[in-house]
Structure formats: structure tokens, C-alpha cells
């Protein structure tokens, strides 16, 4: 049995984190509809991969590997609470962060996402934000490759809907 | 490839390197419009999912990581409570009495049910099952009542990093949020705290706190619910 040595262990937890904690802070909050509980599930994912380290044979696969138990932290957290994944709501992001897209389309598209059913903004984050394959995702979210096309399909229809809707409206006010 | 089969793939990936698609794509001006549109609702995706990273993040994450080595575990509640305590310490230093220890806990109690908020004007959207009530009070440790009025709505919800029952029971024409805490660790008392009155209360090894906004009847109810709430499961535990 090789055993890592600990610096070097202490090194490749640091990489991951340096690499890996900001997409996982973005998609925490994209899932879990929350900042606090978002921080809270980054912690919780770092904790339980730097005791299974070892595992993680190859660098490639570090970022679905945390992706996956983000998912898994976030999962467990519907079993303590006992509510459905989908009764969620997102709370509002504060609104005045100076790096913040302001323009009203990313607005109104902010809007329509956290309209969105968790079970469809979760695959479209992980395509768009992370150019993950279908594949991917599937074995992401343990899904058959099907329904992860069709979650796809639904999420962007919808939000193309919510988008044109609301111009719709606001030209009519206008 | 056919209008409506561009259109499909072109929803499930509007990257999708399908050579029809393409080539239907540069014949096709209406599907091309509609390509279009949908790889611009992806870059305004990205723009619009942005979430600003909280200062320090990574370090947290590092040091987090070094104390657990540590073979400790502090969540970020125990961080804020020694901060809060060791705060406190020096402000109150001269006056430390026991009511300054105690004083958080309402306050994670309160800050939880404005956070969780199902009183009164939603709650008859929220009306939780029979069967729902009884698992959550089972996981709270307790029976589900006889006579405790009406259970409006439940939810097994985590505290300062205790589970506990969180109810919304209607009682002589009240309405109170109650919780089953299974563990004692609180001690009885009132108290207010922002909009809300509360009272806590010991029974049978575990504490029921119970609150409402007004304070009236608060003192019969919390009797009530006490008794009601406090019944030990019968049912053999499944662990
Ligand atoms: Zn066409
Ligand atoms: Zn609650």
C-alpha cells in the first residue's frame, strides 16, 4: 500500500481547494438556494474529501469527484430536514455587490432561474457553467442520460418563455 | 435534419457539434435565429449565476480542514458562539451573570422563525399531513399528541446544531410555534426577543419551547403543549 506523506497530502488538499472552491460555492448556493447553507456545504464537502483523499487517484476527476459529494452533503441535509428538494426557495442575493451584472436581462434571467425547479437548474448549471457532457452530468446526478437531455430541453424552454414573457410585458408598459 | 429536431438538440445544447444540425443551421434562417437567441441565454446564464465568494473563503476551508485534523470539528456555529461568548466576556465582564450565557439560544430560536416563516399568513398553504406530523415528531423522540389542537404544520429542523420539531399548532383559537427540542439542554425560562414572546419549558428529559407574537396565553399554552409533547415514543426505535 502506497501512503501518501503528509505534506504532500497537505499540498494536493490545498490545490483542490484553490482550484475547486469557487465553482463549488456558486453551485452550492445554485442548489441549495441559500449563501449561509451554500458556505456551509463547501465546508462539509472540503472536510469529507480531505478524509478520503486518498481515493482520488486522478487530478482529472477532482472537480466531479467534490461535485458529486456537494451533491451528497446537500442530499443528506433533505434527510435531516425532511423536506422536498424542490419546496426550496432561493433567498435573494444582495442586490448591491459592485461586480454584479445590473443589466435587466441578467436580472430578469436571475429571476427566472430561482423561478426554476431545482431538478432542472441544476443539470443547466452544470452544462453552462462547467461545460460538463450529458454523460457527466448524468453520472453527476445519477440519472439516466435520457432524462438529463429532456431536463435540459425543459429548463431552457422555460426560461426562454419567463424571458420572452417579460419583455412582452415590458413593452406593453412601455 | 428537420426544423423541430434541430430545435430539440439545439435546447438540450445550444454547443451541440451535430453535423446536420449545422448544416441545418446554415440554411435554416429561422432556426438559426432561435440557435442564437439560446447560446445568448447561456452567456447571460453565466453572468446571472454569479455569486460573490465570502472573504476568506479558501482559508476558512484550510484551517477548518487542520483543526479537524486536530480531531476537533467546530461548525461555523461554534465559531460564532466562542466569538459571541468571548465578546460578551468583555463587554459583561464586571456584570457576567448567567441570563448573558443563556441569552443566544432565543436568539437562534427567534432568528430561526423569521427566517422559517410559517406563521398565520401562509399557514393554511403549508398544512403538513397526519403521517408527515407523526414522523416528525417520531424523529423528535415524541408520540404524536391527543389533545394538543390543531397541528398546522411540521418541519424537523436543526437549531444551533440541534434537531429539533418545529410546529405551528393552533390552540383555543391561538396560534403558537411550538418546538420539541428531544434533548434538556436548555433550561426553562421566558423571554422575549424582537417581535416575539416565548417560554420554555422541561418535561420528561427534553424541552418544548413555545412562542407567539402577542404573549397572550402564552403561559396556559406552554402547560398544554408541555404534557402534550412530552409523551416518550412507544414505538420501538428503529436505529
Ligand atoms: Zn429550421
Ligand atoms: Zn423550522
Same mark, same amino acid.
Do not use: V
Given at each position: 500500500m502506497v501512503t501518501v506523506t503528509k505534506p504532500e497530502k497537505h499540498k494536493k488538499f490545498e490545490n483542490l481547494v484553490n482550484a475547486y472552491s469557487g465553482w463549488l460555492h456558486r453551485y452550492a448556493y445554485w442548489i441549495s438556494g441559500n449563501r449561509t447553507i451554500a458556505d456551509d456545504l463547501v465546508q462539509e464537502t472540503y472536510l469529507r474529501a480531505w478524509r478520503f483523499?486518498?481515493?482520488?487517484?486522478?487530478e482529472s476527476a477532482a472537480k466531479s469527484w467534490l461535485t458529486t459529494i456537494l451533491r451528497r452533503e446537500n442530499a443528506r441535509r433533505f434527510e435531516r430536514k425532511q423536506?422536498?428538494?424542490?419546496d426550496v426557495e432561493l433567498d435573494s442575493l444582495?442586490?448591491?455587490?459592485?461586480?454584479?451584472?445590473?443589466?435587466p436581462e441578467v436580472t430578469a434571467l436571475r429571476i427566472a432561474l430561482k423561478k426554476l425547479p431545482a431538478t432542472y437548474r441544476e443539470p443547466l448549471i452544470l452544462q453552462v457553467l462547467e461545460g460538463y457532457t450529458l454523460e457527466d452530468i448524468a453520472e453527476i446526478m445519477s440519472l439516466p442520460r435520457n432524462t438529463v437531455a429532456t431536463r435540459l430541453h425543459r429548463a431552457r424552454q422555460k426560461l426562454k418563455h419567463q424571458l420572452e414573457n417579460d419583455e412582452r410585458i415590458s413593452n406593453e408598459l412601455s | 435534419m428537420n426544423c423541430l429536431e434541430t430545435r430539440r438538440l439545439t435546447l438540450i445544447?445550444?454547443?451541440?457539434?451535430?453535423p446536420a444540425r449545422l448544416v441545418h443551421l446554415q440554411e435554416c434562417a429561422s432556426c438559426n435565429r432561435f440557435a442564437r437567441k439560446l447560446v445568448a441565454q447561456d452567456e447571460l446564464i453565466k453572468e446571472a449565476t454569479k455569486v460573490d465568494l465570502p472573504e476568506g473563503f479558501a482559508a476558512r476551508i484550510l484551517l477548518n480542514q487542520s483543526l479537524q485534523s486536530a480531531s476537533r470539528r467546530p461548525t461555523r456555529w461554534t465559531w460564532l458562539g466562542l466569538a459571541a461568548s468571548f465578546l460578551l466576556a468583555i463587554v459583561f465582564?464586571?456584570?457576567?451573570?448567567e441570563d448573558s450565557f443563556y441569552s443566544p439560544f432565543e436568539t437562534e430560536l427567534v432568528a430561526h422563525v423569521s427566517a422559517h416563516n410559517v406563521f398565520s399568513k401562509n399557514a393554511h398553504d403549508h398544512v403538513t399531513e397526519p403521517e408527515r406530523i407523526r414522523q416528525i415528531l417520531a424523529s423528535a423522540g415524541?408520540?404524536? $399528541?391527543?389533545?394538543?389542537?390543531?397541528?398546522i404544520y411540521a418541519s424537523t429542523c436543526v437549531i444551533d446544531g440541534d434537531v429539533m420539531a418545529h410546529l405551528l399548532v393552533e390552540n383555543n383559537e391561538q396560534q403558537y410555534v411550538v418546538f420539541v427540542m428531544p434533548q434538556s439542554a436548555v433550561a426553562e425560562r421566558s423571554f422575549s426577543h424582537a417581535d416575539w414572546a416565548g417560554q420554555i419549558a422541561r418535561v420528561n428529559n427534553r424541552s418544548i419551547a413555545v412562542l407567539n407574537?402577542?404573549?397572550?396565553g402564552l403561559q396556559p399554552a406552554t402547560t398544554v403543549f408541555s404534557e402534550q409533547f412530552?409523551? $416518550?415514543?412507544l414505538t420501538k426505535r428503529t436505529i
Open positions: 483523499l486518498d481515493s482520488l487517484k486522478e423536506f422536498e428538494y424542490s444582495p442586490a448591491t455587490q459592485s461586480d454584479f451584472d445590473a443589466r | 445544447n445550444p454547443q451541440d457539434s451535430h465582564l464586571p456584570t457576567l451573570i415524541t408520540e404524536m $399528541p391527543e389533545d394538543a389542537g390543531n397541528i407574537q402577542t404573549g397572550a412530552a409523551q $416518550p415514543l
